[in-house]
T-cell receptor, first 115, second 108 residues
Framework: DAGVIQSPRHEVTEMGQEVTLRCKPI?????LFWYRQTMMRGLELLIY????????DSGMPEDRFSAKMPNASFSTLKIQPSEPRDSAVYFC?????????????FGSGTQLSVL | ELKVEQNPLFLSMQEGKNYTIYCNYS?????LYWYRQDPGKSLESLFV?????AVKQEGRLMASLDTKARLSTLHITAAVHDLSATYFC????????FGKGTRLHILP
């Protein structure tokens, strides 16, 4: 398996623009997570899905952030409009949730810079 | 709200020395995870600890879990430069929350 695939690897955009981050989880994994990593806050859980259904979005910072999972093999995280404080590395992770979360498999991340 | 605290946040040590990283958490969870992150890279799972008293070892790293004390430790034995990375603990409650990470720098 290719692992969790995220795109793009790097995104540079201007304040006010819409940004869409993409994630393909490992096939067969029922859980998908979006995390954001910054030096100040560390790794923050933004939202997670189970069987394509959002379970907990309490970590989504504002209404400017939205996430979807239209099918088992694809998820998006959208920021509209983007702001400089959104600059961070965004990780997607998946797990099979067998009994417990067991371990998360992380993608390579998207480095987002909002100018 | 679940809190996960690691210490130290930064550790510089000589090769060959032993050291321990601590992870304290505020919930009664008995599921704890350790991850490694190399600079500019993603996170990689190291250990999964699923019960009180669980101990896992891989090479020079050993992780343990004491759910009564709400404490996990990651012990490094005879450190080598290749172990330089940031180490995160993560606790599962109704979701998985990460500590801030411990940046480990091992001097040759």
């Amino acid at each position: 398996d290719a692992g969790v695939i995220q795109s793009p690897r790097h995104e540079v955009t201007e304040m006010g623009q819409e940004v869409t981050l993409r994630c393909k989880p490992i096939s067969g994994h029922d859980y998908l997570f979006w995390y954001r990593q910054t030096m100040m806050r560390g790794l923050e859980l933004l939202i997670y899905f189970n069987n394509n259904v959002p379970i907990d979005d309490s970590g989504m910072p504002e209404d400017r952030f939205s996430a979807k999972m239209p099918n088992a093999s694809f998820s998006t995280l959208k920021i509209q409009p983007s702001e400089p404080r959104d600059s961070a590395v965004y990780f997607c992770a998946s797990s099979d949730g067998q009994g417990a979360w067991e371990k998360l498999f992380f993608g390579s991340g998207t480095q987002l810079s909002v100018l | 709200e679940l809190k996960v605290e690691q210490n130290p946040l930064f550790l510089s040590m000589q090769e060959g020395k032993n050291y321990t990283i601590y992870c304290n958490y505020s919930t009664t969870s008995d599921r704890l995870y350790w991850y490694r992150q190399d600079p500019g890279k993603s996170l990689e799972s190291l250990f999964v600890l699923l019960s009180n008293g669980a101990v896992k070892q891989e090479g020079r790293l050993m992780a343990s879990l004491d759910t009564k004390a709400r404490l996990s430790t990651l012990h490094i034995t005879a450190a080598v430069h290749d172990l330089s990375a940031t180490y995160f603990c993560a606790v599962e409650d109704d979701k998985i929350i990460f500590g801030k990470g411990t940046r480990l720098h091992i001097l040759p």
